[in-house]
């Protein structure tokens, strides 16, 4: 279906990165029998109770005075969740108070749920963590693990299997059909970097070998390899600045900031800000296709910054 591209490495974050393999095959490594029908006042009294304890446990990774202990309780956390899961019929179980604390999403069809956050692992270096549920009779748990870091300069290049992905945090996900094939345009941000942002648009693709994160549906050329089109829209930006990426319901677009360096240097993306003009995707031909300046450029005093209300 899709094109498989070369992808980067770095052996600064190995350590890192073996912590988060051992994690994805916590998470990946697990199955349970799952009965068909709801699920029954037992495991329901049960599911609540594991809930409450995550609770906890979420506080503590994400407050806890030691950032060094952040990954901890994390690692913690994620045991619970592992067990929680293997109740069976645990996909019914919406979590409503653990939704407080991470990020828990599905897309309109529920083919599947994504549980996501981030912890801080020091003063300036946050890591994102997930796992993707599938609503089956045996219980299907794929654990990802935050590959961001080692792709470099290959990141809107590369598809990422074998749980390795793209760690951000999520808030929503568009489905389109590509070729027959259901594609999944994940929405994501990310904090990891100590000078700049990042918002994402990553495609997942799920088929009986697994999940594959990142696929040739943009109208932007890659630079990195002339003649292919990018796998993975990433927008980085200066830290401190509302720079925008979301789905207009009305327009049927997803309309984003258009950045710029505020020193003109187009090599240092955290220094990029918004410029006051909007491009968009639009969905035709089985690809988001790239529209630029669909707004006027709104003018500004010197010094002032656009806000949330301005990017409604």
């Known amino acids: 279906m899709f094109k498989f591209v070369g992808m980067y490495t770095s052996a600064m974050l190995k350590k890192l990165f073996l912590f988060s393999a051992v994690i994805f095959a916590l998470l990946s490594g697990n199955r349970a029998s799952a009965q068909g029908g709801g699920i029954t006042p037992r495991d329901l009294e049960k599911l609540q109770i594991m809930e409450d304890s995550m609770m906890v446990t979420a506080d503590s990774m994400y407050e806890a005075y030691i950032p060094d202990t952040h990954v901890g309780y994390s690692e ?3 045991r619970q ?8 019929n645990s996909y019914l179980y919406p979590f409503d108070k653990l939704k407080d604390k991470i990020n828990i999403i599905a897309p309109d069809d529920h083919s599947f749920r994504i549980f996501n956050w981030g912890v801080d692992m020091s003063a300036i270096f946050r890591r994102y963590y997930g ?10 748990l794929y654990g990802l693990s935050d590959y961001s870091e080692q792709l470099g ?21 568009m489905t389109n059909d590509v070729e027959g094939h259901k594609v999944y345009t994940l929405f994501g941000f990310s904090a990891a970097n ?18 594959a994160f990142g696929a040739p549906i943009f109208g932007i050329g890659s630079k990195n390899f002339p003649g292919r089109r990018i796998n993975r829209f990433i927008m980085e930006y200066k830290k401190g600045v509302t720079v925008g990426l979301n789905w207009d319901d009305e327009k049927k677009v997803i309309i984003f900031d258009d950045l710029t360096s505020q020193v003109n240097d187009p090599n240092r993306k955290y220094t990029y800000v918004p410029s006051g003009q909007y491009n968009a995707f639009m969905w035709l031909n089985d690809m988001w296709t790239l529209r630029m300046n669909i707004m006027p450029i709104q003018e500004l005093q010197d010094g ?5 209300d301005d990017k409604k």
Do not use: C, H
């Not at 969740?81 to 069976?88: Q, W």
């Not at 300069?153 to 996900?173: F, H, M, N, P, V």
């Open 76 to 78: 913690r956390f994620i």
């Open 81 to 88: 969740l592992v067990k929680t899961l293997k109740i069976p």
């Open 131 to 140: 796992a993707i549920q599938m609503p089956s009779e045996n219980l299907k």
């Open 153 to 173: 300069k290959g990141a809107e290049d590369s598809i990422l299997t074998g749980g390795k992905w793209y760690g951000a945090l999520y808030y929503r996900i």
């Open 194 to 211: 100590a000078l700049s942002n990042k918002k994402v648009l990553d495609p997942l693709t799920i088929t009986d070998n697994g999940l």
């Open 304 to 308: 002032q910054a656009p806000t949330e």
